[in-house]
């Protein structure tokens, strides 16, 4: 359901002076522990600094960190375990991540990766073209002893403009912090278990077959 | 299949529902054969843990046979297992270091939310026990979807009866880490509250650890005869100042180990239990504490709380003061029950361990709604009931 009349407005893409275009929004969230009296990741502060959500979760997985990076670094692997991404397709340096949204349709986002350090970390921000101005970061970072891997997943988002952009928002970031949450912790449990946890007594009670059929 | 729904409290039925499927690779379907009503389903049937929902299977005591098996299991049909209630994966940090009800990943991800809203982190997935925990289909049923079942699922010798094993499940490693957590030492006495199944089977464990004496405290004159039976002192909390009985029984010294099998829905009447039933039953969620907070005042100077009875919210006027000043050591939680599973089907088999002295009723799963108001209204008869799928109704 790409809404074509909708142009961003630049006066909500502009939070704490930051330009929020698709790189520079990128470099905000690698600041996450700079600039605060203490060492709590950015995402953690009672109010968040400028206009745009920052939400963030970590999580340890019990496996190395090369493994991890590699099945990440995969952007088709996502939609594993990103329960409202459809799809990731790969068009040249860009990607278009398509998301689900009510009624069947879909919307989609484009990003680049704006930072790329084998085993550490990958970073992504939405391109001009895109709908939607966010950007997002997976790190790894070594847990101590037998532990595995520290992934921390932080995504920025600035809600856009207009009554469409509203839609569109509600649909893409219909609770962010909690489609984040359960993302990352879906991705630790197909990492450490090989599957992804389900109550469901019947194939067509999991939420994958309910969300086919609400489509 | 047929299978125990819950609709409200004091309200279960045995229903018609969808058969269960395998979903993961790591899942099996087992028949069930033998299975049981626990004291913790009494909190679901009284309608004071949050998150069921009508409709919901419940059950997490029971055993049976593997009937179908995912790709990745390494069950085999025709293979009879007890199933441990709580589910664990076996590969998260929690599985790793044995701490199995802590699982991080067998409550599915969207499911994590309520219990770590209450609790500060999720708890781990259990079988039948409301959707704080996963909202699994349990085992008071005719089949159950088993997943991860390469980790929890212990094989049973043939030789062994159903009724012999059953309680591997739960309440058997319950009572055993009940004892555990009091950390018993040989010249120890040792106070047990509550002689339901998980106080009978903490009296036996702290027993084999070599408890020099146990004091087992309930009302009801069957159970506490049951404890006695299992070589428990007794006292009855209806006719006796448990306090200073427990003072004197130890010498004056206190109990160097008090353990609580009673939980969140404690017996008495003394004007604190009253108001916390009152809160209880309107639903601001306190717990009543009455046997904790006698334990804890019971319990000697640097002494051990071990707490396997449940509890799910809050509670007013918890002796605090008393916990600080007299340098306790507090244990609890939801058992993890794969640590024990092994070491316990030994001592069933060699003789060490009599599961079977607190069955006091069998029934056909058909009549398990009768099986539910019976052990909740008639304490002191139906000490366990054990329901079985295949037996015929009378
Ligand atoms: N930690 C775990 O993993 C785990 C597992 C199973 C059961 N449990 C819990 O253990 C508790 C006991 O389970 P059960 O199956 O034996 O239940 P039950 O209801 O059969 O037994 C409870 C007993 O406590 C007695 N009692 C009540 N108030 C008392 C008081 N003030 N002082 C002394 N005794 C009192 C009752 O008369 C009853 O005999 C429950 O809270 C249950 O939820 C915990
Ligand atoms: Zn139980
Ligand atoms: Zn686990």
Redesign the pocket.
């Known amino acids: 359901m790409r809404d074509d009349d909708y142009t961003p407005s630049g006066a909500t893409l502009t939070g704490l002076g930051l330009a929020l275009g698709g790189l520079a929004f990128g470099a905000f969230l690698a600041r996450r522990h700079k600039g605060g009296s203490d060492d709590a990741p950015i995402y953690t502060r009672k109010s968040p600094p400028g206009d745009h959500a920052v939400v963030g979760r970590t999580v340890t997985i019990r496996k190395p960190r090369a493994e991890l990076y590699e099945y990440w670094r995969d952007f088709s692997n996502l939609p594993a375990f990103m329960e409202n991404v459809e799809a990731i397709k790969e068009q040249g340096d860009t990607r278009t991540w398509v998301i689900k949204a009510p009624g069947g349709n879909t919307v989609d986002v484009v990003t680049e990766v704006t930072q790329d350090r084998t085993n550490e970390l990958i970073a992504w921000a939405s391109t001009d073209e895109s709908d939607i101005t966010t950007s997002g970061r997976v790190e790894f970072t070594d847990a101590p002893g037998e532990r595995g891997t520290r992934v921390s997943l932080i995504m920025a988002y600035d809600p856009p403009g207009g009554a469409a952009g509203r839609a569109i928002a509600k649909m893409f970031m219909r609770e962010p912090e909690v489609q984040a949450r359960h993302d990352l912790k879906r991705f630790k449990a197909l990492m450490e278990t090989g599957e992804i946890t389900t109550s469901a007594r019947r194939k067509d009670q999991t939420r994958e077959a309910k969300q086919q059929e609400n489509g | 299949m047929r299978a125990l729904t819950w609709h409200g409290t004091h309200d279960v039925r045995v229903e018609t529902v969808d058969d269960p499927e395998i979903i993961n690779p790591r899942d099996a379907i087992i028949k069930i054969t033998s299975t049981a009503i626990?004291?913790?389903?009494?909190?679901l049937y009284d309608g004071v843990i949050p998150g069921v929902v009508p409709g919901d299977v419940l059950g997490?005591?029971f055993m049976g046979e593997v009937v179908e098996t995912g790709k990745d299991s390494t069950l085999k049909k025709g293979q009879r297992v007890v199933i441990p209630?709580?589910i664990s994966c076996g590969g998260c940090f929690h599985c790793k270091i044995q701490q199995y009800?802590a699982c991080e990943n067998s409550n599915p991800a969207e499911k994590q939310d309520m219990s770590a809203t209450l609790y500060g982190h999720p708890m781990a997935g259990l079988f039948g026990y409301s959707h704080l925990t996963g909202g699994y289909s349990g085992g008071q049923a005719e089949y159950v979807r088993v997943p991860y079942s390469d980790v929890g699922p212990i094989v049973i010798p043939d030789h062994l009866e159903d009724d012999k094993v059953l309680f591997l499940s739960?309440?058997l490693?319950?009572?055993w880490?009940?004892a555990e957590n009091a950390e018993i030492q040989p010249d120890d006495t040792v106070a047990v509250?509550?002689?339901?199944?998980?106080?009978?089977?903490a009296v036996q464990s702290a027993i084999v650890m070599g408890a020099s004496k146990v004091i087992a405290?309930?009302?009801?004159p069957n159970?506490l005869a049951l404890a006695k039976q299992m070589g428990a002192e007794t006292i009855d909390?209806r006719k006796t100042n448990?306090r200073e009985a427990l003072m004197e029984m130890s010498g004056g010294i206190g109990v160097d180990a008090v353990i609580?099998?009673?939980?969140?829905?404690?017996?008495?009447f003394a004007v604190d239990?009253m108001l916390d039933i009152a809160k209880q039953k309107i639903g601001i969620g306190a717990d009543?504490a009455?046997?904790l907070k006698?334990a804890i005042l019971a319990v000697r100077p640097g002494g051990r709380v071990s707490?396997?009875?449940?509890?799910g919210g809050a509670t007013d006027k918890f002796p605090l003061g008393a916990l600080m000043e007299k340098g306790l050591q507090v244990r609890?939680?939801?058992?993890h029950?794969q640590r024990y599973t092994k070491d316990l089907l030994e001592k069933i088999d060699d003789g060490t361990l009599d599961t079977t002295f607190m069955i006091s009723h069998r029934l056909p799963l058909e009549d398990a709604a009768r099986g539910y108001k019976c052990?909740?209204d008639e304490?002191?008869e139906w000490?366990?009931v054990v329901l079985k799928p295949d037996m015929e109704t009378t």
């Open positions: 626990c004291g913790s389903d009494l909190h997490h005591e209630f709580t009800s739960d309440i490693p319950t009572g880490m009940g509250w509550g002689c339901g199944p998980v106080g009978l089977f405290i309930d009302h009801y159970r909390f448990v609580d099998a009673v939980g969140m829905e404690a017996h008495g239990n009543r009455k046997a006698q707490v396997p009875g449940v509890y609890s939680g939801q058992t029950v052990f909740h304490q002191n000490t366990k």
